[in-house]
């Protein structure tokens, strides 16, 4: 049996992008100001370059791509990078989920609406790198993630602040768990982007691509 | 006009602002819609999240002229949220338009006003095969003949749907156009002059009445 979402499927792949997609709607004067209105918050989105692959491989991805069904369904997206905080991924041990967490959004003038994340009950010392994820997982399998700003080091108590970005969407619950190690996100397939890599004479040749966005529902 | 408050005003001085639009249609049950991604009460009623950035798609009016209405463009909403657009509940209930402001981590409202204020005129959905999926929800604001009482009388069209022997209408179904032909030659034929047909060789000026 196949549990719904899936986890992405991580073979096959040569390269990736992950990154956060915003609305903006910019001023059309060149001469003027670029700044102007946001049209929300972000969301992340994932592209995935597939390589040459055996068969083996392919028949993994394919099964995968088909049993989205498009943009029906979501699956369980995460950096293929950064699956554990950078600083720990050699084998220094670290504790994956915090016993809390609190989130807020800066009011002083230097640095205004950049959200700072506080874990709680780290080991004393655990480094959260620039680039590290955070996730956040509630509800009925719902989650979200955030990425690092900035490097810290936990204290004696195991407290650790950093900025992250984008600021914990105000979906995301007081009771919501984090953790460290493989954040991910709910992603649907883009339909129309998302293609996969021909077969040839012994192995599938390269030019797959698979393209998601970000869903997120409370 | 809108006063939006002075940390909203300074947001969007200063370019880091961020809008989210909420609708709210006063219909049975009502429905309430935001661009957001959470439940969030506005205005003291909670409205739903549809995470849709189009919201309100075209919003226009110019000093004198026709009221232009306003245009609700709904695509790629959750399927819970469709459900709540049941098109034969809809006919002319009050909506209320509003924007918010948020600063620029799009997690704290600075400022939420009421943009515009009407009622439901259309709901048109248009679905294209291996296209997109839209649902329109056609806004009139009060300049545009929120006091009437029957249907529309404007046209002869409209006129005849009240009563189908009435044609008092009929002759003023278009605005009287006139054509000034100046130093050309005059058409042929009355065809050529009325509107859509090629132009009279020479200047030609159309003065709408």
């Not at chain 1, 397939?189 to 393209?211: K, N």
């Not at chain 2, 429905?31 to 409205?47: K, L, M, N, Q, T």
């Not at chain 2, 306003?70 to 819970?80: H, Q, R």
């Not at chain 2, 009482?149 to 179904?173: C, E, F, N, V």
Request: with cysteine.
């Amino acid at each position: 049996m196949i549990a719904f979402p899936r986890l992405m499927p991580t073979v096959g792949i040569v390269s990736k992008a992950f990154q956060l997609q915003r609305t903006d709607y910019l001023s059309p004067e060149q001469g003027g100001r670029l700044g102007a209105m946001g049209g929300g918050p972000p969301l992340w989105s994932l592209s995935l370059g597939l390589g040459d692959m055996s068969f083996e491989h392919d028949d993994l991805i394919t099964a995968f791509v088909d049993g989205q069904r498009g943009p029906m369904r979501r699956f369980l997206a995460f950096d293929i990078g950064r699956q554990m905080p950078r600083f720990h991924a050699g084998g220094v041990p670290y504790r994956e989920t915090p016993s809390s967490w609190s989130h807020g959004i800066s009011a002083e003038s230097s640095d205004a609406g950049t959200a700072y994340l506080t874990l709680v009950g780290l080991l004393p010392g655990q480094v959260v790198s620039t680039g590290d994820y955070v996730g956040f997982g509630w509800g009925d399998g719902r989650c979200t993630m955030v990425r690092a700003q900035e490097s810290a080091s936990a204290t004696a108590g195991g407290l650790v602040a950093f900025a992250v970005e984008p600021a914990l969407p105000r979906v995301v619950p007081a009771g919501a768990v984090a953790t460290l190690r493989r954040a991910t996100c709910l992603m649907r397939l883009v339909p129309g982007q998302t293609t996969l890599g021909e077969h040839g004479l012994g192995y599938v040749s390269a030019g797959g691509r698979i393209t998601a966005l970000q869903d997120l529902v409370p | 006009m809108k006063i939006f408050s002075d940390d909203a005003r300074a947001a969007i001085e200063e370019g880091s602002a961020t809008s989210a639009s909420a609708i709210e249609i006063l219909c049975d049950p009502p429905v309430r819609v935001w661009s957001g991604y959470e439940p969030r009460e506005i205005d003291g009623v909670v409205h739903q999240p549809i995470g849709d950035a189009g919201l309100v798609k075209s919003t226009g009016a110019s000093l004198g002229g026709a009221d232009q209405g306003i245009t609700l463009e709904l695509s790629g909403v959750e399927p819970a949220s469709l459900a709540l657009f049941d098109a034969s509940m809809l006919r002319r209930a009050p909506v209320i338009v509003r924007r918010a402001i948020f600063d620029s981590s799009a997690t704290r409202m600075l400022d939420v006003q009421p943009f515009a204020r009407g009622s439901i005129d259309q709901v048109p959905v248009e679905d294209t095969a291996g296209g997109t999926s839209v649902i329109r929800a056609m806004v009139e604001t009060a300049a545009r003949g929120l006091g009437r009482r029957g249907g529309r009388m404007r046209t002869d069209a409209d006129q005849r749907l009240i009563s189908p022997t009435d044609g008092g209408m009929r002759k003023i179904s278009y605005a009287g156009q006139v054509n000034l032909y100046w130093g050309g030659k005059k058409p042929a034929n009355a065809s050529a002059a009325l509107p859509g047909s090629g132009s009279a060789a020479g200047v030609s000026i159309v003065n709408q009445a």
